[in-house]
Structures are given as C-alpha cells and as structure tokens.
C-alpha cells in the first residue's frame, strides 16, 4: 500500500512539475483587513491545482434534512457492536481534477538579519473555520497567527480549504480528505518553486502547520511525501486514542446541521452535505473553556464559523499517520483541555502516546500543552504566547 501511495504522490508530483512552464497563479491584491501597525506585507492568490487523488466513494443517502443528519451522527458516533456496525465506506477511485483553492502569503515588511524569512510556515485549518483561523481580524496583534510569526521574522502562507471561503465548493458529499492531502502536498511543492514568494526570492524551508483537521492533512503529508517539507508543528492533535479519548464523541458535541438550510444567505452556494453549528453554545463546548477566553475572541470565532463537509469527517479513520520515512522536525501542541482531541484533559493523553512510534525517524520531537485553553488555541488567551512556544522551536531547531 505504502509503494502504491508514493507511485501515486511521484505521478502528481510529475504533473505539478509539467504544469510550472504555464502560468498557474493570479494575484487579486484583495485585502485582509491589515493592522496599519501589521508587521506582514500580503498578497492573495486563487491557485488551479490539478490533482490525482484516490477518493471515497460515500455509501450514504444525501440529507433531506436534519433528521438524516442527527441519525447519521448516531450512527457514526456510538459504539460498535455487531449489531451498530456502521460503514459508510462504499468503495475508492481515482480522481482527477482542477481545483481553485484561495491562499494568502505574508512576508516580513521588513526582512530581518536571522534570513528567517525564507522559512515559510504553510497554514492548513481545522473543519468549522477558514483561512482567517490564522489570521483573526479580532484583535490580530493578540490573537494572529500571522502576525505573531512575520514578527519574529517568517514567512507564512495559509490558504481556505476546499469548500470554504473564496475556495472552491464542491459537493459535501465528495469533498475529503484524500484529495486535501494532496492539494498541501501541491501546495508546499509549488512554493519551493513558484512567483508566489517573489518577495522572499528562493526559499530554504517549509514548515506545515495545522490545526486539527489541518493537522491530520499535515501529518498526512509527513507519511506519504516525507521529503517534501522539513518540519510540521500540529496542533490541536494528539494520537492517544482509547475509548476515554475517543474522538468521535465531539463530532456529536457539534450538534452539526445542514448549514444551507440555517443560514440559506451565507450558504445557499452549499448542498446539504455541509454542516455547521446550531449555535454559539456548541462552538464555546467544543472550542472554549472558561475562563481561558473573552467573549469578544469567541464571538468573533463564531461570526466566521464555517460549514464542514460531512465526507471530510467520514474519512477520517482513513488518513495515514504513521511517517516512518519522515526525518524533519516535529512539534504537537494542544489547549490543556482540549475537548476534541483529548477528550477535555490533554495532560493525561499526551502522557499515553508515543511519538517515537509514529515518526520514529524525526531528528526532534517536541510537545506541549498550552495553559487552560480548549481546542481553539488560536482564539483562547495568550494566542501571543502559544505563537512564542511556536517560533521558539523553530528557532531552536535552526530556522
Ligand atoms: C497587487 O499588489 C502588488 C504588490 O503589492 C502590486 O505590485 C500590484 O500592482 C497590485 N496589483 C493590482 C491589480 O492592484
Ligand atoms: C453479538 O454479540 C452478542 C453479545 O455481545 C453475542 O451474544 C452474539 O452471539 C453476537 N452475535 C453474532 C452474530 O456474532
Ligand atoms: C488509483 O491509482 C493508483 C496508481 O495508479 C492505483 O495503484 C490504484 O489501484 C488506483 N485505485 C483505484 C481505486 O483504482
Ligand atoms: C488535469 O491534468 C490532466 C493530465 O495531467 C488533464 O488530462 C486534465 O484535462 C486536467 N484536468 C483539468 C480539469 O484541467
Ligand atoms: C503565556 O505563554 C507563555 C509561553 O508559553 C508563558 O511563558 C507565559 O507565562 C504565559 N502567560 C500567561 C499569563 O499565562
């Protein structure tokens, strides 16, 4: 399986390479509501990405409406016994197809002498956000990722997930996992060689960062392209798994519903696959814990919540972790009391897994738990100190 995936990953590779001579960029300069104080110079792109991926075919009925949905989430989420076997799992195929994904690059405005802007942190983001998980227009010197990083003189570039944002949609039904592993994979292919770092000239480094979801499409990348980036730093993750940590208990905690039918003006573009909130008080359970947040934080978190694919969640269980071949750098972080990956108590899992086992060719391996916090490190207090403990590392490990 191992040798099936990397012929797969060296065929897509091949077609990033042959699809360089044409262009394959637009720059459309729109703006992200910048500090005038902002250390970051940005710029936005719409970017093709033409991509073999080997996807799930979803054995499920689409939703006519939240009483599938509901029933499905029961489904997937109680245990399993030999009469609640639950496979939604219908069969796989290869797919290829163009997709426009909306990614963002920030430079330093002023270059400092540690040439640490060469080093470019590629940002994935987990389900229920966008792009502007890493870049929060709330208070950005508090709560930015971007700013937090190009201040310490980085490079950063973060994109909108298939399906959010100025991304492409396509249906819940389809959109997953497998072809999101690729397009980061394409992603971090294209930097090394492509215009959109023509502010920083050739890089030296790409470190992934992800959140949750982005980390398990980062760790993804890790295991089936080790050589392709030299360090990920995943957060809101964690590997320990037992029925106390079990992380199919959040998805019920989402309390998810169709988000066309919710808000049909924000997301009528959306079929019923896409799924989001209730409300506030489902988002604060599973991204907040008191008292490590302001409400201005957790409002603005919920003002631009975004629906998730109902497939991304189902093909989960199928995303490759274990990166023997990998020897870049490695550094998991959570909230002390993440609710999603940790059950709500990340002290104890992160004591029971062993990192050794999944990435045992890494030449450093860091972890750490930031205080009082939930699974939304990025909008829970001292986001500035969480992006210090970040770059602190990267600058340990020599970037
Ligand atoms: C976009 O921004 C770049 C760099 O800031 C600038 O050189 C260019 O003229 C802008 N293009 C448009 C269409 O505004
Ligand atoms: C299902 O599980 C029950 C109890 O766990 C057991 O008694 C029964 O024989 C099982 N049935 C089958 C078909 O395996
Ligand atoms: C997808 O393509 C790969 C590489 O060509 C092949 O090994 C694999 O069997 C294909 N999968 C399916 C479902 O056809
Ligand atoms: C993607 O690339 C393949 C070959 O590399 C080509 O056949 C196909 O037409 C392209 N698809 C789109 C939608 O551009
Ligand atoms: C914020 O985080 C930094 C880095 O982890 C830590 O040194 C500092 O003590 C924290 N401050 C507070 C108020 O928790």
């Not at 792109?45 to 029933?71: A, K």
């Not at 163009?98 to 405005?109: E, L, N, R």
């Not at 959109?196 to 790409?206: C, D, E, M, R």
């Not at 398990?216 to 590997?239: E, H, K, Q």
Request: proline letters at 5%; glycine letters at 8%; charged letters at 15%.
């Amino acid at each position: 399986m191992a040798s099936v995936l990397i012929v797969s990953l060296l065929v897509v590779l091949d077609r990033i390479k042959s699809a360089r001579a044409i262009p394959t960029y637009s720059p459309t300069n729109l703006t992200t509501n910048r500090p005038s104080n902002s250390f970051a110079q940005c710029i936005d792109y719409n970017i093709p990405l033409n991509i073999t991926s080997e996807n799930v075919v979803l054995n499920i009925t689409p939703f006519h409406n939240d009483f599938d949905v509901v029933d499905l989430v029961t489904d997937f989420c109680r245990k399993v016994t030999n009469t609640t076997v639950f496979d939604p799992i219908g069969g796989l195929q290869n797919v290829t197809s163009t997709y426009q994904i909306a990614g963002i690059f920030c430079s330093p405005k002023n270059s400092g002498a540690l040439g640490r802007e060469k080093t470019v942190i590629l940002g994935t983001h987990g389900v229920h956000y966008d792009g502007r998980y890493w870049d929060s227009s709330c208070k950005p010197q508090e709560y930015s990722f971007v700013e937090g990083v190009v201040k310490e003189g980085y490079s950063a570039f973060f994109y909108n997930r298939l399906g959010t944002r100025k991304s492409e949609k396509q249906s819940g039904y389809t959109n997953q996992a497998a072809p999101q592993t690729q397009f980061l994979a394409a992603l971090a292919s294209l930097l090394r060689h492509s215009p959109y770092t023509h502010a920083i000239g050739k890089l030296h480094s790409v470190v992934l960062v992800g959140q949750s979801f982005g980390s398990y499409l980062s760790n993804a990348v890790l295991s089936t392209c080790p050589t392709l980036v030299d360090a990920a730093v995943l957060t809101g993750f964690s590997f320990a798994s037992d029925a106390s940590t079990s992380n199919k208990i959040v998805f019920e905690a989402f309390a998810p519903r169709i988000a066309a039918h919710l808000h049909l003006s924000r997301f009528s573009a959306l079929d019923t696959g896409y799924l989001t909130f209730p409300d506030k008080s489902a988002q604060l359970s599973t991204f907040f814990k008191k008292p490590a947040y302001e409400p201005a934080a957790a409002n603005y978190a919920h003002e631009i919540a975004q629906p998730f694919a109902i497939a991304e969640i189902l093909t989960l269980g199928l995303v490759k972790l274990l990166a023997p071949l990998f020897t870049g750098l490695v550094l998991l972080a959570a909230g002390e009391f993440d609710f999603a990956v940790c059950a709500g108590e990340s002290r104890s899992t992160f004591e029971m897994q062993t990192l050794q086992s999944i990435f045992p060719n890494s030449r450093l391996i860091e972890e750490f738990v930031q205080l009082g916090v939930d699974h939304g490190v990025n909008f829970g207090q001292n986001a500035t100190g969480f992006y210090k403990d970040i770059v602190g590392f990267l600058g340990m490990a020599g970037f």
